[in-house]
């Protein structure tokens, strides 16, 4: 396996990381769910803290992601997409990049707003603004949801009805 993207494959690294990525979105979601239906105290307490851990780290990925792309090619899309079709997937994958970093990025607002994080804050605490970013991010993580499932189901259509290799250059 090659550790560097190609013009046609994706490298062992960019695979890595992407998977990683999508191992700990999961991870969150399950995280966030399980800290929902909680009583505050704390349990719920150490569940938000992995929660916000896990956050930080994919922030990381992601960012380490973008780093590793900028300086690697990115495999062509199919030359049978029409261009409607290759205008949504780079819009999908510019979106899932933002929401990525976003993500993160309003929980940690979110927690500096509430002084509970023990990163450096990013804002002073405001309540006012610790309750707009739980909106935006609830917000965030339905948007982020949706535009998973359309990377998700364009993929299996890749594989299963255009019958590319758009899936397998992403798989080790």
């Known amino acids: 396996m090659q550790l ?4 046609a494959r994706w490298g062992s ?7 990683l990525i999508v ?39 992601v960012l380490a992601r973008l780093a590793w ?6 495999p062509a899309l199919p030359s ?23 993500l ?11 002084n509970l994080l023990q990163l450096p804050n990013l804002v002073a605490p405001n309540q006012r603004l610790y309750q707009a970013m739980i909106s935006t991010h609830h917000v965030l ?3 982020l949801g949706g535009i998973v499932t359309l990377h998700v189901l364009a993929a299996l259509k890749h594989h299963f009805v255009l019958k590319d290799d758009v899936l397998r250059r992403m798989l080790p």
């Open 23 to 61: 191992v700990l979105v999961i991870a969150q979601v399950a995280l966030a769910s399980l800290a929902a239906d909680l009583p505050l105290g704390l349990k719920k307490l150490a569940m938000l803290a992995r929660h916000k851990s896990v956050g930080i780290t994919i922030l990381a990925l």
């Open 69 to 74: 792309r900028s300086f690697n090619p990115t």
């Open 141 to 143: 993580a339905w948007i």
């Open 104 to 114: 993160p990025l309003s929980g940690w607002i979110m927690s500096s707003a509430r």
């Open 4 to 7: 560097r993207n190609t013009t």
């Open 13 to 19: 690294l960019a695979q890595l990381l992407h998977w």
């Open 80 to 102: 049978t997409l029409r261009p409607y079709e290759k205008v949504l997937a780079h819009g999908t994958h510019a979106a899932l990049y933002v929401l990525l970093i976003l």
